[in-house]
């Protein structure tokens, strides 16, 4: 069974003729070729695979293409184009939030989504913010200081 | 201007294409007409498989065994030893151990034929633990006594110290598996090239995967070209595992005659993949009537699992580090690695010495509190220094600045005011570790056996390229062999370029391992960049080269392990405090704080990273990574929903110091540092733990229901 469904991607209206359970994850690097999102673990637990849905933080290996009809998705590829995530971006690198880097696309969609929200967050603040997203590098610290410093760099823009 | 110094943070080379989604790794790549794969394995921990009944499987679809190696070639993986089989063949060792790969063009399809397959076996008795690897259970099924090594190392007379003794203090201290949880699972390309063949690979030693493979086809090593893919992370899971995917899909390739990616999910790379050696170590200390300790006699046992892979490397490391920083007078070491019908055990951040300084460490803590003294009063009484006797009879050459790092320490935490502040068995307590790493390969493995070369290619577009087999996988190596070379050469690190390594265009600089690369490495580099600098205007497109040169004066002798294990160490201090609540045991950790001795940082902020990260995964290892196992279906936790790893939730943020140190004979006095910042903090957790609740710990992983029954 498959059905047609239109979304919006990365700001762009889109469609796509698949099976309405097919994931989220699959279409978008399959289908599309957008690569920046990562699959890690396949049950929701790590975030890799983040993106925005409606201005939301979703785990795209746990969401149904079927439930994506009408929506606006944001992966990294269009995050990165937009002031806050190239402020975003700049501030992990330079705060040295980046190891082996699998995790950072979709640590970067949780930031966005937790600026979005509350754009000048606490420490804690933060580490909540980015729970759902597991890291095995670094330790979490450098990427709460990159957050803080990506908040104190792009205000106002949020 | 003054020149900045080399420590100076740098914006990562690497930061930027990954942060914003533009770096490829292996399940990014796409070949024209590439087929995928999907591992058939054993269901059974022990047995002889009777039949396999396959599917009919559609055109395109193939299944791959043994059968298909050809003519000439071996079914065998060479790692460190030949015993590494690619396929099973009649008998089978462990759960999920390869038997065949099914490889084809549709990856659902390929899920469905993966479950229509059915394997019979005549299944025989598992030997597990190490007590039913030790006693054969089953029958041993490696030589005689299922041991892939046993050896013993002597300091002193340890047999009269014992005899003399005014008391004999024992102790038994064990540690569990541990998986690496790389966020990219192991993944491998392999696509035959002419008439060669390319690897590309998740992989942290190119030239290790090429060695290992190139006899399943009977080839010269040359014919396997291996492509280092951006590596998203590795631990040590990625150093010999790589092979286990690449050589099935070597012979496949070499069948198929197109490309093929293998590229594990995360519950095959939980079930089925190598983990840190579970351990048990036995102490019997002697101590005098005044409680100074006279001797120890230690017993250490690795649960290696199924084939032996490194774990005799690994063994000797942790044999080598069993007395940890101290000078204990008098030691015997015995160490055993055992065979057992579980996944074969493997490297992992720390090679064998985090399991027993984990080990004399928490022993040490059960002697203060039965001579009712402050660990760290027992401890710092034998603290090793320049010059002392190591456990193989070797030398420490370097200062040893403990005493400064505790002090570093001491302030940070306010150890001392929270010692005398939380009563123990107050619900609140406060740890403190001490450890070190050996640097580089063991003895005079660098200069024997690994014997790396650094090349480098001044390009006429006034670029110089890193032309070496060391890989990036999330540690900075990248960034700072950039700024190795370019700080030597007085260029722009701009102008340094470091793609990651091919085997056919790079130099074989060893594997990455062993923290072993910025220290040996980076020297050869900075030695052919002084080279290049030389000669800058000789040509405009020239190679220089250079090699490992061993520092005179450290004899070593691999047969009896005599000598100097290591030429230098890094040094660290782990301070950890907690509160356990009394009802559900659940441990907060309320303040980390360490010091380290890395000689001279290259980038403070890629050390910071390092100490940051080192430091959670050691106490995910003793708080909350638990790994059961079943003995007839393997590892229960295989997903991150039940093999828990910390969250920027569990733990607080670290304060981090280091000395400065420098080591002569590393690039701007640098020494290894990516396993010494795991190998503490555990044993700083754990102490701080027994303190809270009054009980002494004797095992880990230890979370709030295990901590619940030791209370009961």
């Known amino acids: 069974m498959t059905r047609d469904i239109q979304f919006v991607l990365n700001g762009k209206e889109v469609a796509i003729t698949c099976d309405p359970l097919k994931r989220l994850l699959d279409v978008l690097r399959d289908d599309f070729g957008l690569f920046g999102t990562k699959e890690a673990c396949g049950e929701g637990e790590c975030g890799a695979c983040s993106v925005l849905k409606d201005s939301k933080i979703i785990t795209t290996c746990m969401v149904p293409m079927g439930s994506v009809q009408g929506c606006e998705i944001m992966t990294i590829e269009g995050l990165r184009e937009t002031a806050r995530g190239t402020c975003i971006i700049e501030a992990f690198a330079d705060g040295g939030a980046v190891q082996c880097g699998f995790c950072i696309p979709g640590m970067v969609i949780a930031a966005e989504s937790l600026l979005a929200s509350n754009p000048d967050p606490s420490e804690e603040d933060i580490r909540l913010g980015i729970s759902g997203n597991l890291c095995r590098c670094t330790g979490y610290d450098l990427i ?3 957050i803080r410093l990506a908040a104190k760099r792009g205000k106002g823009l949020w | 201007m003054a020149k900045k110094p080399i420590g100076t943070p740098m914006r990562r080379t690497d930061a930027v294409s990954k942060a914003s989604g533009a770096e490829k790794y292996l399940s990014d790549m796409h070949f024209d007409g590439m087929l995928y794969a999907r591992m058939v394995r054993s269901g059974i921990p022990r047995g002889i498989i009777t039949d396999i009944s396959l599917p009919p499987l559609p055109d395109g679809y193939r299944f791959i065994t043994y059968k298909d190696i050809p003519a000439g070639g071996n079914n065998e993986l060479v790692m460190i030893k030949k015993d590494y089989r690619c396929f099973a063949e009649q008998d089978v060792r462990y759960v999920g151990e390869t038997i065949g790969l099914l490889v084809g063009p549709d990856r659902s399809v390929l899920v469905d034929l993966l479950e229509k397959i059915s394997i019979s076996y005549e299944e025989q008795v598992p030997a597990v633990t190490i007590d039913e690897g030790l006693a054969c259970k089953g029958g041993a099924f490696v030589g005689e006594n299922n041991l892939f090594c046993d050896f013993t190392i002597h300091k002193g007379d340890i047999d009269s ?27 491998a390309l392999v696509m035959p090239d002419g008439d060669k063949f390319v690897v590309y690979a998740s992989a942290q030693c190119p030239f290790y995967v090429r060695k290992s493979i190139a006899g399943l086809l009977n080839r010269p090593y040359e014919d396997i070209v291996v492509r280092q893919t951006t590596t998203g992370g590795a631990f040590g899971g990625k150093e010999h595992f790589p092979d286990v995917l690449a050589g099935p899909l070597l012979v496949a390739a070499n069948v198929i005659k197109k490309p093929i990616q293998l590229v594990f999910d995360r519950h095959e790379d939980g079930a089925y993949s190598v983990k840190r050696h579970p351990s048990r170590t036995r102490f019997k200390t002697a101590l005098d009537e005044q409680g100074n300790i006279l001797g120890m006699d230690i017993d250490v046992v690795y649960n290696a699992g199924g084939y032996e892979s490194c774990s005799y490397v690994v063994l000797q490391r942790g044999v080598f580090h069993a007395t940890g920083v101290y000078n204990i007078p008098a030691s015997r070491v015995r160490g055993r690695a055992v065979a057992t019908n579980t996944f074969p055990s493997d490297a992992f951040r720390g090679f064998g010495a985090p399991q027993t300084l984990f080990a ?8 203060a509190a039965a001579l009712g003294v402050d660990p760290l009063a027992l401890k710092s009484k034998y603290f090793l220094r320049q010059g002392d006797p190591t456990v193989t009879n070797g030398h ?45 390969f063991t003895g005079n493995g660098e200069q024997m056996i690994i014997k790396a070369k650094a ?32 700080d030597t050469l007085g260029i722009g690190e701009d102008k340094v370029l470091y793609p990651n390594p091919d085997t056919a265009n790079v130099a074989d600089s060893g594997p990455t391992v062993a923290s072993r690369s910025t220290m040996i490495v980076g020297k050869i580099l900075e030695g052919a960049a002084l080279e290049m600098k030389e000669r800058w205007n000789e040509s405009e497109d020239f190679f220089t080269e250079d090699e490992y040169k061993h520092p005179e004066g450290h004899p070593w002798d691999q047969n009896t392990f005599q000598g100097d294990a290591y030429i230098a160490y890094g040094w660290g201090i782990c301070a950890v405090e907690v509160e356990v609540d009394p009802l559900t045991h659940e441990v907060v950790t309320k303040g980390i704080w360490s010091s380290h001795d890395i000689g001279v940082p290259i980038d403070e902020l890629v050390v910071h990273g390092q100490i940051n990260g080192g430091i959670i995964q050691s106490l995910g290892y003793a708080a909350m990574e638990k790994l059961d196992f079943h003995p007839k279906k393997g590892f229960k936790q295989v997903g991150l929903s039940d093999y828990i790893i910390p969250t920027s939730m569990d733990f607080p943020s670290q304060g981090a110091s280091l000395v400065h140190n ?31 609740v009054d009980k002494d710990i004797r095992a880990i992983p230890i979370p709030p229901e295990t901590l619940t029954e030791l209370m009961a």
Not at chain 2, 168 to 175: A, G, K, L, R, S
Not at chain 2, 457 to 486: N, P, Y
Request: hydrophobic letters at 40%; proline letters at 3%.
């Open chain 2, 161 to 187: 110290v014992l005899a003399d003794a005014h008391r004999i203090f024992e102790d038994e201290i064990t540690t569990g598996w541990q998986e690496h949880v790389h966020l990219e699972t192991n993944a």
């Open chain 2, 360 to 367: 004399v460490e928490t022993h040490l803590c059960h002697i």
């Open chain 2, 455 to 486: 090349r480098l290619h001044k390009r006429a577009d006034g670029c110089v390229e890193i032309l070496v087999g060391s890989t990036e996988m999330g540690q900075g190596l990248q960034t700072a062999f950039t700024k190795i070379v370019a």
């Open chain 2, 396 to 440: 420490v050459f370097e200062k040893v600045v403990l005493p400064e790092m505790l002090d570093q320490v001491l302030q940070a935490s306010g150890y001392e005011q929270k010692v005398a502040e939380y009563k123990r068995g107050s619900g609140k307590g406060i740890g403190i570790s001490f450890y070190n790493h050996g640097g580089a």
């Open chain 1, 144 to 146: 709460v200081e990159s």
């Open chain 2, 662 to 692: 420098p080591y002569p004979y590393g690039p701007s006095g640098a020494k290894g540092m990516g396993e010494l910042v795991f190998n503490g903090a555990s044993a700083a957790f754990i102490d701080a733990v027994s303190r809270a």
